[in-house]
């Protein structure tokens, strides 16, 4: 009889999380932090001495939303800060590779973002208003990393992302790090908006 292949990954923390039942006990910030810091976005296809993380573009997307919901609770900020953490586990995949794999893909996404919600406080399913703006503060970011870090023509991002408006990018600067220092960054900011929530 054939073994049920293995559906749970070791964290450093020591714990065991199921990746096809994911509770939120399972779940520890410094494994989020430790895992977005040392997964690359764009395939690692950026410019630049050090891949650009999740966990960095995720601190991007969190500014950008505060920028387009200044008066925004502070549980939606952590919430943006939290927007890509099943990756800590499943990895980046770019868009086309995501339409590849069908809705097998979502659904993992989708266990694990309640169960990593549920055990910081968030509802395991955000309402449709903020998640909306999750995702424009989400295509911004990827505006400004595809034509900062990514090599497309602003053209080519308009065309994919669409063009942000000046005001929600002004000033924003992509810098890429050591992950050990994006890691320390993430836990930084993570750890105020949850003393602030």
């Keep these: 009889m054939p073994k049920e292949p293995r559906a749970w990954q070791r964290m450093l923390s020591g714990r065991r999380l ?3 039942d994911p ?3 399972d779940i520890e910030i410094e494994d989020i932090a430790h895992g977005l810091a040392f997964v690359a976005r764009w395939n690692g296809q950026t410019w630049g001495d050090h891949p650009y993380s999740v966990a ?3 601190l991007l ?4 939303f505060t920028r387009l919901a200044p008066a925004a609770p502070v549980r939606w900020r952590l919430a943006a800060l939290l927007h890509d953490a099943p990756e800590y586990v499943i990895g980046d995949m770019i868009s086309p ?3 590849a794999i069908g809705p097998g893909y979502g659904e993992l996404d989708a266990r694990l973002t309640a169960a ?3 055990r910081f406080g968030l509802p395991a399913s955000l309402p449709a208003a903020v998640k909306k703006q999750i ?3 989400d295509r911004i970011s990827a505006w400004l990393e595809a034509t900062q870090i990514a090599g497309f023509s602003q053209a080519e991002a308009n065309r994919f992302f669409g063009r942000p408006r000046t005001a929600l990018t002004e000033s924003l600067r992509i810098t890429l790090r050591p992950p050990a220092e994006v890691r320390r960054a993430y836990m930084h900011r993570f750890q105020a908006l949850i003393a602030a929530h």
């Design 18 to 20: 199921d990746l096809l």
């Design 23 to 25: 509770t939120p006990v």
């Design 56 to 58: 960095e573009h995720s």
């Design 61 to 64: 997307v969190e500014q950008i």
């Design 97 to 99: 590779v995501k339409a």
């Design 116 to 118: 990593i919600h549920l």
């Design 135 to 137: 995702k424009r503060a």
